[in-house]
């Protein structure tokens, strides 16, 4: 298998196992087409999360999501880098 179909699957198997979890739980309330109709903030859509990898975890890591919420917990915003760490692997 070609490193960058591995690089695919380890990005989604960590998503959908570990990240998504994460962000149905402190996400989707306010991002599943409340503010877009085409539903591309749906960041429980590994396509969606793995376009937005980067500011997702730009983002959490400078607390200003959740907007209106808590700063999440420092293992949780590692998991949003794990996942960016893992998306950057795919060519």
């Given at each position: 298998m070609?490193d960058?179909?591995?690089?695919?699957?380890?990005?989604q198997?960590y998503?959908?196992?570990?990240?998504?979890?994460?962000?149905?739980?402190?996400?989707?309330?306010?991002?599943?087409?409340?503010h877009?109709?085409?539903?591309?903030?749906?960041?429980s859509?590994?396509?969606?999360?793995?376009?937005?990898?980067?500011?997702m975890?730009?983002?959490?890591?400078?607390?200003?999501?959740?907007k209106?919420?808590?700063k999440?917990?420092?293992?949780?915003?590692?998991?949003?880098?794990?996942?960016?760490?893992?998306?950057?692997?795919i060519?």
């Amino acid at each position: 298998m070609p490193d960058n179909d591995q690089a695919l699957i380890e990005a989604q198997n960590y998503f959908n196992n570990t990240l998504r979890p994460v962000i149905v739980d402190k996400c989707v309330s306010c991002h599943e087409g409340k503010h877009n109709k085409n539903d591309r903030f749906n960041f429980s859509v590994f396509t969606n999360a793995r376009n937005s990898a980067t500011s997702m975890f730009n983002q959490v890591d400078a607390g200003t999501m959740p907007k209106d919420g808590d700063k999440l917990p420092q293992s949780e915003i590692d998991m949003f880098e794990e996942f960016r760490d893992l998306v950057n692997k795919i060519n």
